[in-house]
C-alpha cells in the first residue's frame, strides 16, 4: 500500500488520488497528473470538487483507449475507494469527479499558508523534478544612441519574470545585461559627437543626446563623404585600442549605463552584471582559433569566414563568423561571450531573451557551440517574444524606456483623479507608477510570448476586467480589510465556517497554485500564472461580497479573514514573481 507523507497540501490531495489511481490501474507511480487543473474552470465559479479528464487517464495509461471509455470510467469511479481525503468518487462524461473532504482542506491550506507564506507552492513535491542549479538570465540588452523600443521593453520584463520564477523555486540566478556597445556604428557616433556634439546636454540628458546625435550624423553621412571616412577611421581607432577614442566610447557606455539603471530601478528591475558585445570583442580571435583547430571554419572565395551546419540539420547550413576584413560578427562576439560567462560564472542553464527575429541566430549559436563540443550548449535557451504594435505616448513614437513609463504613470495619475476612493494615498505619484507599470506587464504577460499584439492604452488601464490595475487594486482591497481588523491571523480559526461554496472555490484555487508554477517554469510563460492570479482576484471579488467580515459573528469573521489573508499573501507571492510590486492603497 502507498503511504502518502506529504509536506504539501496540494501533493496530499493528488497523492490521494493517484496512489489510488496507481494501484487499482497499475500505472506508473513515477506519472504526475495535473489532477487540479484538469479542468478548464469558469472566472467567477470553480467546482468544488477535483475533475481528472478521461483523455489524461488515457493518456497516463490508466483508461484504454481500445474499450468504450465511458463504461471504464463508471467502472473506475466504483473501484476507487473513498478515505478521509476523498469522500466520493462519480463518473461524469468524459470526467472523474473526486469530491474533497472540505474541512480538511481549509484546515490544511490555511495552517500552512499561516505557517510560511512564502513557502507556499514554491517547496511543493511537485516541483521537485524541475532541474536545479545556477541560472544565468540574458535580458533587454538594448543599444547604446539608439531606440529603446518595445522590443527591449518586453525582453526587460519577461526577463525579469523568468529570473524572479527561478529564483523562487530555489536556482541561484545572474541576471545579465548585454548592451549592444560595439560595431561601426560607434564609428559614426564618435565622429558624429566630434562634430555635434555637447558636453553639456550629455549631462542633461544623455540618452536623448546621444540618439539625436547619432541620427543626425546617420542623415548628414548620407551626402557627406568626410564624414563617412571619419566613422571609418573613428571606428578604426576603436579596434586598435586608441586612447582617446576609447576615453570618448568609455564615457558614452557609461553614461548610458547609469541611465538605464535608475530607469530600471523604476520597474524594480536589477543586473548583477552588465556585459556588452565590446567585452567579448578581443576574445573573438580565440574563438576562430578554437574553430580553426576543430576543423570548423570554413574560407569561402569572398574571403569571409563561415561555420558549416549543414550536418546538424540547418537549412541556412552557414553562418558566417569572420567578414573578409578580420572584424567579428554579432554571432562571433556571442560565441565568445558564451564560453566567457561559462567560465566565469559556471551557470548549468543560461536564458536568452530576445524578440522571435531572432530565433535563427540563437539557434546557429547553441550549434556552432555544440559543433565546438561544448555539451553545456544543451542547457542553453532563447525565449523567443513577439512584436508590439503602435505603442506610442502623446509626445509621439516612442524612443526611451522612461517615455512608456511617464506615460503609464500620467494616464493612471489621471485616472486616479477622476476616482473618488483614491484621493487618500500619500504618495499619488509612485502609487501611479507601481500601477501604471503593473498594468504594462500584465497586457503583455497575458497571452503566448510569441503572440503578436496591438498596444492600447485604454484597455491596458482599465481598472474592470483582466488587468494589472485590477490585481492591484484586488489585493490594496484585501490589505486594508485585514489592516481594519488587525492582525487576528495568529489566533486559531474554526474551518468549519469555510465551508460554503465561494471559500471551497478559493481553497481549491489556491492548492493549484503549485501546478501554475511548475507549468511556467517548464515552458517559460508567464500566462499561466498571470491568468491564475485574475481568476483569484475574480473569486475574491465574489467573496468581498458575499462573505462580510464586519458584522459577522466573531468566530465566522475571524475564519474569514484567515482565508483572506492567506489569499492575500499568495496574490502579492505571484505578483511579485511576475515583476508586479504590490501596493498597499490605492
Ligand atoms: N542588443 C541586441 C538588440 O537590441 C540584443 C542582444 C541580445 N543578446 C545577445 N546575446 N545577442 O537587438
Given at each position: 500500500m502507498c503511504v502518502c507523507v506529504c509536506t504539501h497540501m496540494a501533493s496530499f490531495f493528488r497523492r490521494s488520488v493517484s496512489s489510488q489511481l496507481v494501484r487499482r490501474c497499475g500505472g506508473s507511480e513515477e506519472v504526475f497528473i495535473p489532477l487540479l487543473s484538469a479542468v478548464p474552470v469558469s472566472k467567477r465559479q470553480l467546482t468544488p470538487d477535483f475533475r481528472l479528464t478521461v483523455s489524461s487517464l488515457v493518456q497516463n495509461g490508466i483508461l484504454s483507449p481500445e474499450e468504450d471509455l465511458q463504461s471504464q470510467t463508471e467502472r473506475l469511479a466504483k473501484q476507487l475507494e473513498v478515505n478521509s481525503v476523498i469522500e466520493d468518487v462519480t463518473a461524469g462524461r468524459g470526467v472523474l469527479t473526486f469530491r474533497v473532504n472540505k474541512l480538511l482542506l481549509a484546515q490544511k491550506v490555511l495552517s500552512e499558508l499561516r505557517e510560511d507564506p512564502q513557502a507556499f507552492g514554491v517547496k511543493s513535491e511537485i516541483l521537485r523534478s524541475l532541474p536545479r542549479g545556477r541560472t544565468l538570465v540574458e535580458f533587454s540588452s538594448p543599444n547604446i544612441a539608439k531606440k529603446f523600443h518595445a522590443g527591449h521593453l518586453r525582453s526587460t520584463i519577461i526577463g525579469h519574470f523568468i529570473a524572479n520564477l527561478k529564483q523562487a523555486l530555489g536556482n541561484d540566478v545572474i541576471r545579465v545585461n548585454y548592451l549592444g556597445d560595439w560595431g561601426m556604428q560607434f564609428g559614426l557616433l564618435g565622429a558624429g559627437f566630434q562634430r555635434l556634439g555637447s558636453e553639456e546636454k550629455l549631462k542633461e540628458n544623455a540618452l536623448q543626446h546621444l540618439f539625436e546625435v547619432y541620427v543626425q550624423a546617420n542623415r548628414e553621412a548620407e551626402h557627406d563623404e568626410s564624414l563617412r571616412l571619419d566613422a571609418a577611421e573613428f571606428f578604426r581607432r576603436l579596434e586598435q585600442h586608441e586612447e582617446q577614442a576609447l576615453l570618448l566610447w568609455k564615457q558614452f557606455r557609461e553614461i548610458t549605463v547609469q541611465e538605464y539603471r535608475r530607469i530600471y530601478q523604476r520597474l524594480g528591475v536589477h543586473f548583477d552584471h552588465y556585459s556588452g558585445e565590446s567585452f567579448h570583442q578581443s576574445k573573438t580571435q580565440e574563438v576562430l582559433n578554437d574553430l580553426r583547430t576543430h576543423g570548423l571554419l570554413k574560407m569561402t572565395e569572398k574571403g569571409t569566414g563561415v561555420v558549416d551546419l549543414s550536418e546538424q540539420g540547418d537549412t541556412s547550413s552557414y553562418s558566417t563568423v569572420v567578414r573578409s576584413d578580420g572584424t567579428s560578427l554579432y554571432i562571433t562576439r556571442d560565441v565568445a561571450a558564451a564560453l566567457e560567462r561559462k567560465q566565469t560564472f559556471g551557470f548549468d542553464e543560461m536564458i536568452y531573451v530576445t524578440d522571435k527575429s531572432q530565433s535563427v541566430h540563437f539557434q546557429q549559436l547553441f550549434q556552432i557551440l555544440r559543433v565546438m563540443g561544448r555539451h553545456w550548449a544543451q542547457r542553453c535557451v532563447h525565449v523567443p517574444f513577439g512584436l508590439v504594435k503602435g505603442m506610442s505616448t502623446r509626445r509621439g513614437d516612442v524612443v526611451f524606456l522612461e517615455d512608456v513609463i511617464d506615460e503609464a504613470r500620467n494616464r493612471m495619475l489621471h485616472n486616479m483623479n477622476q476616482s473618488k476612493t483614491s484621493k487618500v494615498v500619500c504618495d499619488p505619484e509612485l502609487i501611479a507608477d507601481q500601477i501604471g507599470i503593473s498594468a504594462l506587464i500584465i497586457q503583455d504577460f497575458?497571452?503566448?510570448?510569441t503572440a503578436d499584439y496591438v498596444f492600447d492604452w485604454e484597455r491596458v488601464l482599465q481598472a474592470q476586467g483582466d488587468t494589472g490595475v485590477f490585481l492591484q487594486y484586488t489585493h490594496a482591497r484585501l490589505r486594508s480589510l485585514l489592516r481594519m481588523h488587525g492582525d487576528e491571523t495568529h489566533t486559531h480559526f474554526d474551518a468549519s465556517h469555510l465551508q460554503d461554496r465561494r471559500s471551497i472555490s478559493i481553497l481549491q484555487h489556491l492548492l493549484r497554485y503549485d501546478e501554475v508554477l511548475l507549468q511556467s517554469a517548464l515552458e517559460l510563460q508567464p500566462r499561466y500564472l498571470v491568468n491564475f492570479l485574475l481568476t483569484l482576484c475574480h473569486l475574491v471579488s465574489s467573496a468581498h461580497r458575499d462573505l462580510p467580515v464586519k458584522g459577522s459573528a466573531t468566530d465566522v469573521a475571524q475564519a474569514r479573514l484567515h482565508l483572506f489573508a492567506g489569499t492575500c499573501s499568495v496574490l502579492a507571492n505571484g505578483m511579485k514573481i511576475l515583476g508586479v510590486t504590490p501596493v498597499e492603497k490605492m
Open positions: 497575458k497571452g503566448p510570448l
